[in-house]
T-cell receptor
Framework: NAGVTQTPKFQVLKTGQSMTLQCAQDMNHEYMSWYRQDPGMGLRLIHYSVGAGITDQGEVPNGYNVSRSTTEDFPLRLLSAAPSQTSVYFC???????????FGPGTRLTVL | KQEVTQIPAALSVPEGENLVLNCSFTDSAIYNLQWFRQDPGKGLTSLLLIQSSQREQTSGRLNASLDKSSGRSTLYIAASQPGDSATYLCAVKPFWNNYGQNFVFGPGTRLSVLP
């Protein structure tokens, strides 16, 4: 039981490049979320999904895209990276939207 | 829009001391509140979850209380140990998701327990 896994752990991009952050969970959780963590600002919700095929925007969705084709996977796509997207990105999963959340180890992204 | 604050931002205590971390939220319409621990360079680990109908939850040396009407929660750590050194975050689940908010996180309190 690996819990929530994220790849890569570190990534450096140039402005304008695109990439996909991977997230997978093996707990059969319906609810998955992507957060970004910036110094002094806490975690902010980017996108979330309540089940396969269903996604919705969080508080800071601009510049990011998601899809949920399976229960296990919830990738986050950066369409055209900007320096403002330099952050640590966390994926989380839970049984439902109000239950205990389980977090992945995070991806540290730097956009030059 | 729900907002969460945590005071103090950082705290340093000698080993063995009992301590209290504070969390405040602006809207009392919440489902629950969670306390998390985050070690440097790591993800978050859930410590305690308090439902809106509950007043407190306990796990080992940790006790979390919730006063929904005043918008406050405290995390009490008894007999602190150097291994407790980490950042502690609280998060509330609002009733309403009007601003794209799911769990709303505070900025955290960085705790250092000195041997």
């Amino acid at each position: 039981n690996a819990g929530v896994t994220q790849t890569p752990k570190f990534q450096v991009l140039k402005t304008g490049q695109s990439m996909t952050l991977q997230c997978a969970q093996d707990m059969n959780h319906e609810y998955m979320s992507w957060y970004r963590q910036d110094p002094g600002m806490g975690l902010r919700l980017i996108h979330y999904s309540v089940g396969a095929g269903i996604t919705d925007q969080g508080e800071v969705p601009n510049g990011y895209n998601v899809s949920r084709s399976t229960t296990e996977d919830f990738p986050l796509r950066l369409l055209s990276a900007a320096p403002s997207q330099t952050s640590v990105y966390f994926c989380a999963s839970s049984n439902n939207g109000a239950a205990t959340q389980y977090f992945g180890p995070g991806t540290r992204l730097t956009v030059l | 829009k729900q907002e969460v604050t945590q005071i103090p931002a950082a705290l340093s205590v000698p080993e063995g001391e009992n301590l209290v971390l504070n969390c405040s939220f602006t809207d009392s319409a919440i489902y629950n509140l969670q306390w998390f621990r985050q070690d440097p360079g790591k993800g978050l680990t859930s410590l305690l979850l308090i439902q809106s109908s509950q007043r407190e939850q306990t796990s080992g040396r940790l006790n979390a209380s919730l006063d929904k009407s005043s918008g406050r929660s405290t995390l009490y750590i008894a007999a602190s140990q150097p291994g407790d050194s980490a950042t502690y975050l609280c998060a509330v689940k609002p009733f309403w998701n009007n601003y794209g908010q799911n769990f709303v996180f505070g900025p955290g309190t960085r705790l250092s327990v000195l041997p």
